[in-house]
């Protein structure tokens, strides 16, 4: 591992100094290509407007008329926090509208991913007149054809990459379809759905069919956790909607069931920040999906009653604690298959009791601690049958190393779809050696040498006046998340005591110019030499209610 520090312009941060902004954040914000004081303005004013999104004018006009019609809609939704949010701001949305509305999650250990054949003839049951795909469809062509044999028509909204077809649906709404101009390709699910929502509410004033002034921003909180637990990247535009959110939970007037999720964890609504969208919401609504059913997720969020919406976020966190007992076992053997095999530099694995549900989180924490591309595997449902889930590091585009291999080995992927950085697929489990060495092969060829090497960026050194509660209160309220990540600092310091807490943590004390400070080392117990090159984070410990300033140590050399 080696820590860097990362470049930052001169100009752009006394730029930013001027107007006002904190010296040190200048600094973080210069390094992030941040120029003004303007690039860090949040208001809705400043979003990408609807009308550059392709399709979005087209999805208004159709749901404008089926709500005229009073047909039935039926959306189909993911089992993640992004599919779960995207479903909750369409159905809020089209009920205030006045639709005919309800949702369907697949059963992920039966049906998988996405609208297949198989979820069209389970939706069909309902009768409904129209599918709305939220946070998935965009690879669906068969289920889409099988919908418009049975009559129905389907509205895709997705933010996945298309495949080489593209489904027959009635409407396509994606930022990353051919011909599609929005600036913002890193849009969630939710964010498309968002943007839907605020076209058909146009429309619908344009007909003079809007009965009642829908509040589109009261549905900015579920946006913000949506976005941020999806790992998106965070472009100004998706700061711009997670801002948004994080006002209304800070005000005190976001949605029940996300407050209640941050409560169930012991965390202030009205001290919510990026953090705790990804770190604390997000994960405890992932766990319905991962475990059982996201429909349990998804009543959290769209519940006005707060008494339920509390009941529902505590059998969430005891998921979600059942999750982490899961996927610590599951990590464990895995690190110990590493161990056995630690020349092989291997990146795939499977292990015949893993759990479906938790393999994505699984391939996330190997990738970091081996610093290379893994995808890993469990037994699904359907006989025969492995799904798998790959996370990435930068260099490696998941997906296209995937579509490498299908290409070289057309009958060897049933299904695949992702992200440059996170991606899902499901072969035979026959077939999973031939797949291992394909993939092992593919990205081999496709990761550059420079991406081997584990690079840690930093912002540089803080001067012992600047490790303030202050700081870390500033930096703690501002929006940070994928591609545009929380400051981590760097600096040299001797190790003076370390101790376990916790179990699994390292408590630290640290000397430097002669002042000691206080520091945790989360997650870790391999001890630290006596002098040491630390990258780490400025942090709040809340100790019975009183507030000091720590450092949370992430890296070291």
């Known amino acids: ?87 909750a701001v369409g159905l809020r949305a089209l009920r205030a509208f ?58 895709i909204t997705d933010h996945h990459l298309p495949g080489a077809a593209l489904p027959a649906a009635a409407c396509i709404v994606n930022p990353n379809q051919p011909g599609c101009v929005f600036p913002s390709k890193a849009l969630a699910g939710v964010g498309v759905m968002f943007y839907v929502m605020l076209s058909l509410r146009a429309e619908l004033r344009r007909r003079n069919s809007l009965n009642r002034d829908v509040n589109m921003g009261a549905l900015t909180d579920l946006v913000a956790l949506g976005t941020v637990a999806d790992v998106v990247p965070l472009d100004a535009n ?88 899961i996927e610590s076992s599951m990590l464990e053997t895995a690190m110990g298959e590493t161990e056995k095999l630690r020349d092989q530099n291997r990146s795939v694995f499977f292990v015949p009791d893993w759990h479906e549900g938790v393999v994505g989180i699984v391939a ?34 998941l997906r296209d190393c995937l579509d490498l291999v299908a290409k070289r080995e057309p009958d060897l992927i049933v299904r695949f779809g992702g992200h440059a950085m ?45 490790r303030t509660l202050e700081l870390a209160r500033l930096i703690e309220a501002q929006i940070w998340g994928q591609g545009f990540p929380q400051p981590l600092f760097c600096d040299t310091f001797a190790v003076e005591s370390q101790r376990v807490v916790g179990d699994k943590h390292l408590k630290l004390i640290l000397a430097k110019d002669g002042r000691r400070i206080e520091a945790m080392r989360f997650g870790a117990l391999d001890p630290l030499p006596a002098q040491v090159r630390a990258a780490y984070r400025l942090g709040v410990n809340d100790f019975n209610g009183l507030k000091t300033v720590q450092l949370n140590v992430e890296h070291f050399e």
Not at 423 to 446: H, K, N, V
């Open 1 to 87: 591992m080696k820590i860097v520090e990362r470049s930052w312009s001169a100009a752009d941060r006394d730029a930013l100094v001027a107007g006002g902004i904190h010296p040190v954040l200048a600094r973080v914000y210069a390094g992030r290509s941040i120029k003004n004081r303007n690039d860090l303005e949040y208001d809705s004013a400043r979003l990408h407007p609807p009308s550059l999104l392709k399709g979005t004018a087209e999805a208004a006009a159709l749901l404008a008329d089926a709500i005229a019609s009073n047909k039935r809609l039926l959306i189909v939704a993911d089992y993640d926090a992004d599919g779960a949010t995207a479903c």
């Open 98 to 155: 006045g639709a005919n509305v309800d949702y369907l999650v697949p059963d992920r250990f039966k049906l998988g991913y996405g609208l297949s054949p198989e979820l069209v003839n389970l939706a069909a049951e309902r009768k409904p007149d129209l599918l709305i795909t939220v946070d998935n469809g965009i690879a669906s062509v068969e289920g889409v054809a099988r919908a418009a044999e049975l009559g129905i028509a389907t509205l």
């Open 238 to 325: 998706n700061r711009n909607l997670v801002s948004q959110g994080l006002k209304r939970l800070r005000a005190g007037r976001g949605q029940p069931g996300i407050a209640a999720l941050l409560r169930a964890a012991g965390r202030d609504p009205a001290q919510a920040s990026s953090f705790d969208l990804g770190f604390v919401a997000g994960p405890r609504l992932n766990a319905a999906g991962r475990l059982a059913d996201m429909s349990l997720g998804i009543e959290c969020l769209t519940t006005d009653d707060e008494a339920r919406a509390a009941n529902l976020a505590q059998q969430l966190d005891r998921m979600n604690q059942e999750r982490k007992k």
């Open 364 to 397: 996330a924490r190997l990738k970091d601690r081996l610093h290379r591309p893994v995808i890993c595997f469990a037994r699904a449902a359907a006989n025969g049958q492995l799904k798998g889930s790959g996370r990435s590091v930068a260099g490696l585009h």
């Open 422 to 466: 996170a991606a899902g697929l499901t072969i035979a489990e026959a077939d999973y050696a031939r797949f291992a060495e394909a993939f092992e092969r593919a990205q081999e060829e496709m990761l550059p040498a420079a991406a081997r090497q584990r690079v840690v960026e930093t912002d540089g050194a803080l001067e012992p006046a600047q």
